[in-house]
T-cell receptor
Framework: GQNIDQPTEMTATEGAIVQINCTYQ??????LFWYQQHAGEAPTFLSY??LDGLEEKGRFSSFLSRSKGYSYLLLKELQMKDSASYLC??????????WGAGTKLIIKP | ETGVTQSPTHLIKTRGQQVTLRCSSQ?????VSWYQQALGQGPQFIFQ???????GRGNFPPRFSGLQFPNYSSELNVNALELDDSALYLC?????????????FGEGSRLTVL
């Protein structure tokens, strides 16, 4: 079967750094996405990794290791508005997105 | 503003009824995919349409069906509603079939089945 694991919930402090991990086992791999979803809203795109390594985009960075079936999303200089769920999704061999359950990130002042 | 709009935003149905949800894609996008998101879960892929034809389907029964129109707007139909169908239904538009680009999601239709 296909499986994507991420922590259910994490808590961090405003201004700090947090790393949200994602491990996956899928039938094939054509890339990994991170999306942000605020409560009651639609998911919005954060990043797409298809090659190993770190992709940096402002305060957000995403890392991929295909051999380990592992990715993380790194958020720096946390702001209260970063409180949201972070969804990891893998594009399988049929180019269908398989989604994790999401990590709810709580930012405290 | 993603340009993807869905209607209705909220609706309540009873078990056994039928429902139609609608999605208007972002301009220039020819692919639409539908997802079911239960509370506290990630989206589950229902199906994808490309140029009016279904070109991928997730693990959902045949009572979940869809259409894509020449203007690339789309419908999701669910027959014989069950309590477990209560969820947020998300539509996402994109260009091409390989989903390697960003998906643009609508705000969703929240369906409650009583």
């Amino acid at each position: 079967g296909q499986n994507i694991d991420q922590p259910t919930e994490m808590t961090a402090t405003e201004g700090a750094i947090v790393q949200i991990n994602c491990t996956y086992q899928t039938s094939g791999f054509n890339g990994l996405f991170w999306y942000q979803q605020h409560a009651g809203e639609a998911p919005t795109f954060l990043s797409y990794n298809v090659l190993d390594g770190l992709e940096e985009k402002g305060r957000f960075s995403s890392f991929l290791s295909r051999s380990k079936g592992y990715s993380y999303l790194l958020l720096k200089e946390l702001q209260m508005k970063d409180s949201a769920s972070y969804l990891c999704a893998v594009l399988d061999s049929n180019y269908q997105l398989i989604w994790g359950a999401g990590t709810k990130l709580i930012i405290k002042p | 503003e993603t340009g993807v709009t869905q209607s209705p935003t909220h609706l309540i149905k009873t078990r056994g009824q039928q429902v139609t949800l609608r999605c208007s894609s972002q301009s220039g996008h020819n692919t639409v995919s539908w997802y079911q998101q239960a509370l506290g879960q990630g989206p589950q892929f229902i199906f994808q349409y490309y140029r009016e034809e279904e070109n991928g389907r997730g693990n959902f029964p045949p009572r979940f069906s869809g259409l894509q129109f020449p203007n690339y707007s789309s419908e999701l139909n669910v027959n014989a509603l069950e309590l477990d169908d209560s969820a947020l239904y998300l539509c996402a538009s994109s260009y091409g079939t390989e989903n390697t680009g960003e998906l643009f999601f609508g705000e969703g239709s929240r369906l409650t089945v009583l």
